[in-house]
């Protein structure tokens, strides 16, 4: 079999070699996929018993909670029948002390035939207010969006329940009709345990489960009793047309039910949370059986494709081979073995090696050239308006006879000629660029006395170190130039050096306290609040000079002002 494929590839180009594994991979593949098939209809058929088994519950909640409900109603209905109440509700002439204890005695009467029930309130639309309760319960009277949302005779459920003595009591409210003549009484309201709601459900809870149930989006019954009065937003997309939504891969299966009942004004709803987890044991179980076969056959795959891909990754490996050997010696001859379309690759790969070594050193040469003419471009781009304002204040100097500042003004001058051309080096001292930097702050400082001060914090060991030179004078002058612009106060530059625990970079910071800036000063503009080309070129230059890892950096500082930050090499002289 060995030789049927080794000639298979030797006489046939690779991509009819690669057309026949593809094919034989495909076979395997369209296997896999008939068992992952399988599992996925296994899981649908979970789905469906799940779902049949949420209905029935459902429907046993549902027909519990109903009953409930219809009891409340019923009893409800029976104080409207009371032709009596009517008559001493409506009755003008009667004493108002009488009439709050003959109305309290028929309910109290009510209360004790109707165990589901603890307090009646009655509240007529005169604004009479009567209650009676058992076992003296204080509760507050109902609210007036409470007593708003009751628009019909239908039961309307409070989605406020109240707490009182550790126990929630929840109102459910009608309106107060005299069904003999149709006259508007005002509003009834009876108060039941949220424990009587609790009781439908309570026995029923699987584990990892939660029941709870709503009103108008609200808590009103929970096993958790602080949840209770909160709100819950469950979006429809969670549960389809049948109220239930069964994902495997969903963390836990929702489902909503929705009490549809002629007596209810408001929504009633039953929500139930189970953990997917403890549902799908069964077919998890299913699943490690499937994972076990899929692993063996993938191994067999594998195994297979091993062996019937190698001898075409030998001639792979020997063309890989003599590549290595091309690197460290391109000058040795390399003999090609392959008799398909490697051995054009391997032969265009020859011819392409030798192209790129000589455009690389042509390119070399070329960048190099191009790299010097750039620094010296940008080095000429100083701002000759420096020398022509430091002239300009020699010379009021000396109009005014003031010959120590003329001497200070000169010599600073001076030795900012002579450090900032340095004999045409590109790179000098860290300890010269402070000193270049130093003659600048000199004249600027006899030009504006008293504008700003000036504050060196840079250790001995990086004094030696070598900086592309100008380049912390562009950032001293934007500083003076941009930064102090119409300040109130004196300004404070300070310049501070240091260097990683590695010793592979430098960090330098030239920071002010002045009025910061609008836009990035890196980048050139006409705007009198940015740092113009001079900071632009100072980047260049330090990207030029150090590469794409290195530069220059602006921030605002937190209490106002702005910080350059530079990253340089370390390298001493």
Not at 107 to 125: C, G, Y
Not at 452 to 458: G, I, L, S
Request: net charge neutral; charged share 20%; hydrophobic share 40%.
């Amino acid at each position: 079999m060995k030789n049927f494929f080794s000639r298979h590839i030797r006489t046939h180009s690779l991509k009819s070699v690669i057309i026949c594994y593809i094919a034989i991979f495909s076979v395997i593949s369209v296997t896999i996929l008939s068992v992952i098939s399988y599992f996925f209809m296994s899981n649908i058929i979970v789905k469906s018993y799940l779902s049949s088994y949420m209905k029935s519950v459902y429907s046993n909640f549902e027909h519990t909670l109903t009953n409930t409900l219809t009891q409340i109603n019923l009893s409800a209905l029976n104080i409207t029948t009371w032709q009596e109440l009517y008559t001493i509700l409506l009755n003008t002439d009667m004493n108002a002390e009488l009439k709050r204890q003959t109305i309290e005695a028929d309910m109290r009467e009510f209360l004790n035939n109707h165990n589901m029930i603890f307090a009646v309130d009655i509240i007529t639309n005169s604004g009479e207010y009567y209650r009676c309760s058992k076992n003296n319960l204080q509760l507050p009277i109902i609210s007036d969006d409470f007593k708003n949302s009751i628009v019909s005779s239908a039961m309307t459920v409070g989605n406020r329940p109240i707490l009182y003595n550790g126990e929630y009591y929840i109102a459910i409210g009608n309106k107060f009709y005299n069904y003999y003549n149709s006259y508007d009484v005002g509003y009834l309201v009876l108060y039941i345990k949220e424990s009587e709601l609790y009781s439908i459900y309570q026995d029923s809870v699987l584990e990892d489960s939660v029941f709870f149930i709503l009103s108008d989006n609200h808590i009103i019954s929970h096993s958790d009793k602080s949840a209770i009065g909160s709100m819950v937003y469950i979006p429809t997309e969670l549960y389809n047309d049948k109220k239930l939504s069964i994902s495997r891969y969903s963390s836990n299966i929702i489902g909503k039910y929705q009490l549809q009942q002629p007596i209810l004004a408001s929504e009633v709803s039953i929500v139930t949370i189970l953990s997917s987890a403890s549902l799908f044991n069964i077919v998890s179980k299913m699943e490690r059986y499937t994972i076990i076969i899929f692993t063996i056959t993938l191994a067999l795959v594998l195994i297979i494709a091993f062996i019937f891909t190698q001898s075409l990754l030998n001639q792979y490996t020997r063309f890989k081979k003599n590549i290595v050997e091309f690197t460290y010696d391109p000058k040795k001859k390399i003999r090609f073995k392959s008799s398909n379309e490697l051995h054009e690759l391997e032969e265009s790969f020859n011819v392409m090696v030798t192209t790129i070594n000589r455009l690389m050193k042509q390119n070399s040469i070329a960048n190099e050239k191009q790299r010097e003419a750039e620094i010296k471009a940008l080095q000429a781009h100083i701002n000759p308006h420096f020398i022509y304002n430091a002239l300009d204040s020699i010379t009021c100097m000396a109009k005014m006879a003031n010959q120590p500042n003329i001497e200070k003004t000169a010599y600073a001058l001076a030795s900012f000629f002579r450090i900032g051309l340095s004999g045409g080096e590109r790179l000098i001292s860290i300890r010269d660029e402070l000193e270049h930097v130093k003659s600048y702050i000199q004249v600027q400082q006899t030009r504006y006395p008293d504008k700003f001060d000036v504050e060196f914090d840079v250790p001995e060991e990086l004094l030696n170190c070598k900086i592309v030179k100008i380049t912390l004078q562009p950032l001293v002058e934007n500083c003076i130039k941009h930064g102090f612009k119409g300040i109130p106060y004196r300004g404070k530059i300070t310049i501070m050096g240091t260097k990683d625990i590695e010793s592979k970079y430098i960090i330098i910071t030239v920071s002010d306290n002045g009025v910061g800036f609008k836009t990035s000063p890196l980048f050139p503009s006409d705007d009198t609040s940015s740092g113009g080309y001079g900071v632009y070129n100072v980047q260049r230059r330090l990207k030029l000079e150090y590469g794409e890892n290195y530069g220059l950096m602006y921030e605002k500082n937190e209490h106002g002002g702005t910080t350059a930050i530079i990253k340089i090499k370390y390298e001493i002289n």
